[in-house]
């Protein structure tokens, strides 16, 4: 046996990545109501993600003793991309969290849009929230706001704003963050409360 035949790469490890990646994204576009599901599945896929790193540490390390480096490098692809999750969790975890939350309000797209046009017309812009995990310490939703004032930080909200938001999800004393301007006034938001 040649030494290039030896010396191929493997693929689980990228494929593990690429597929934990797509876990967590359907898991939020899918799931996002049920945030019980989806701690249960961030804890299987960090077990899982903790047991493949140690296990291709081992297995680069001995590849680069036997002298596969192409062998070696791609185990190491696993904990290299483990050590960047530990190093930089808002984005290994939020980048995934926000495409997923697209894609849910991309598939109810058209029933946010009926509940907008049913809104009453009172003159002044409307307002709406969509709050997809309900009333638990930290909720993620959808909100409609025609003035966009939602996106503007709190000491520029006009009073007419902060009435509106009175009695929702933005009255909250614990804030919210925007996390993603979608088209046509809608905005992707955690709640405070």
């Not at 140690?54 to 070696?72: C, S, V």
């Not at 993620?140 to 004032?149: A, C, H, I, L, Q």
């Amino acid at each position: 046996m040649n030494a290039g035949t030896i010396d191929r790469p493997v693929w689980w490890p990228a494929l593990f990545i690429a597929g934990t990646l797509l876990t967590l994204l359907f898991g939020e576009a899918l799931l996002v109501t049920k945030s019980e599901w989806l701690i249960l599945i961030r804890l299987a896929l960090f077990a899982a993600w903790l047991v493949l790193s140690l296990a291709a540490i081992n297995l680069t390390l001995r590849n680069r003793r036997r002298g596969r480096p192409r062998r070696a490098w791609s185990y190491a692809i696993l904990p290299l991309a483990a050590l960047f999750a530990m190093l930089w969790p808002s984005v290994a975890v939020h980048a995934p969290r926000v495409l997923g939350d697209r894609l849910h309000f991309a598939v109810r797209r058209a029933d946010y849009d009926v509940r907008t046009w049913l809104l009453p017309q009172t003159g002044e812009p409307r307002l709406m929230t969509i709050n997809w995990v309900g009333r638990s310490l930290r909720g993620t939703g959808v909100v409609y706001d025609e003035s966009d004032e939602v996106a503007l930080p709190r000491a520029r909200h006009s009073a007419a704003w902060k009435a509106r938001a009175d009695h929702t999800e933005l009255s909250c004393p614990y804030n919210y963050t925007v996390n993603a301007v979608l088209e046509d006034h809608f905005y992707l938001v955690d709640f405070g409360c």
